[in-house]
């Protein structure tokens, strides 16, 4: 580990003030990712701005009829508020998905959104990675690649984004609140994370002395007909291999409205307009779930080792459509899948 300087923010302005005059500075909250990327030299900090006892852990009523959740909400409080359970249960499901109790007892809703990928050649500071060393090159593209992206891959980076909070925030149509030294700003969650495109290095649209303050929710939660369905290799304690949000409003079989998000397909949750409108309008049956996972994948590619994701990503959303359609969301069964 290397040495480095330790501050604790006073307050939102202090955090953003210190951050403004060191770029070489990190945010740390939870630290449940960042200490470990620290550990294996693959972040570097100069300076760690503790922002994790700055008043951002209340979940309250949004001023719009949604909900607000500050940056430092841990992720189990979120996951068991009432205000989550009641009215986002989608989001509930799908941050109990992830990590372990414990981690979600430090891990907080900014570092989650946050978090980065876990493409194994980003930890191993000896391989080449255009991520972690711009430039150095793509070690996965023609490496092990079982674990990385079908969906808007680049020719330097075909890593995914890891979190399960976020794909549940995606189909939800949340917002970032972040401030900076110009003031407040607002993301949609959905332009929030980047495509890899030539600049990989950058996961997000936060510009680098930006701190995020709350996340907000809309006032639909879709709380009737919704399923978070995480295919992974064991049942607890690993990261996605495909998961899928999928959240439903019927009138009597007709779907009125559908939001469908996928994770662990993309270097950011997967969200595509065509696939929904494929759904809206139509008898919620197998074959109109069958058709709007052919269009949201219509331009998946897999690579040597992960080429059945696409297959694993079809049969989930089927499979996930069908839950949310029934209204009773199952308990998750990779056999079932598979
Ligand atoms: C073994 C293990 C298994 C895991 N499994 C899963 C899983 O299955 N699913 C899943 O979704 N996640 C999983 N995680 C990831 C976990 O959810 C993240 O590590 C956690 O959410 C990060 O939150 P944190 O508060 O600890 O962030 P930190 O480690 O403190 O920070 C992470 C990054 O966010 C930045 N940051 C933090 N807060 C802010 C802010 N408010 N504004 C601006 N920048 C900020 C930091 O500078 C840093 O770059 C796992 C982690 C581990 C270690
Ligand atoms: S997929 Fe991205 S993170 Fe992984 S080695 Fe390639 S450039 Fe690095």
């Not at 696409?310 to 089927?318: F, M, P, S, W």
């Amino acid at each position: 580990m290397i040495n480095f300087q330790y501050v604790r923010a006073a307050d939102v302005a202090d955090a953003v003030r210190r951050m403004a005059a060191d770029p070489t500075a990190k945010f740390i909250a939870g630290g449940t990712n960042l200490i470990d990327l620290m550990k294996e030299d693959v972040e570097r900090p100069s300076r760690l701005i503790d922002i994790s006892r700055l008043p951002l852990r209340t979940v309250e009523q949004a001023p719009g009829g949604g909900v607000w959740i500050g940056a430092l909400v841990p992720n189990s409080d979120l996951a068991y508020h009432p205000l989550v359970t009641q009215r986002y249960p989608l989001l509930a499901s799908a941050i109990l998905a992830g990590a372990s109790a414990q981690l979600r007892n430090m891990a907080s809703t900014g570092g989650n959104l946050l978090q980065r990928t876990r493409c194994y050649y980003f930890y191993d500071i000896t391989t080449p990675c255009n991520k972690r060393a711009p430039g150095t090159g793509c070690s996965a593209i023609k490496g092990i690649n079982r674990i990385h992206a079908i969906l808007g891959t680049s020719e330097a980076c075909i890593a995914t984004h890891p979190s399960d909070m976020c794909v549940a925030l995606a189909a939800l149509d949340a917002k970032v609140h972040v401030t900076g030294p110009m003031g407040e700003r607002t993301i949609p969650l959905s332009e929030f994370h980047r495509l890899p495109g030539d600049t990989p290095q950058l996961d997000t649209n936060l510009r680098q002395n930006e701190i995020v303050t709350a996340v907000e929710l809309p006032a639909q939660g879709f709380t009737s007909n919704y399923t978070y369905l995480k295919l992974r290799d064991r049942l607890s304690y690993a990261f996605a291999l495909v998961s899928i949000a999928a959240a439903l409003e019927l009138e009597g079989r007709t779907i009125k409205k559908a939001r469908l998000a996928l994770g662990g397909v993309a270097h950011k949750p997967w969200r595509d307009p065509a696939a929904e409108a494929a759904l809206r309008g139509q008898v919620a049956n197998r074959a109109t779930f069958t058709h709007a996972a052919d269009v949201l994948l219509r331009e998946a590619k897999g690579y040597e080792h992960n080429s059945f994701k696409i297959e694993l990503a079809r049969r989930g959303i089927v499979r996930a459509l069908t839950q949310a359609a029934q209204g009773t969301p199952q308990p998750q069964s990779k056999k079932e899948i598979l």
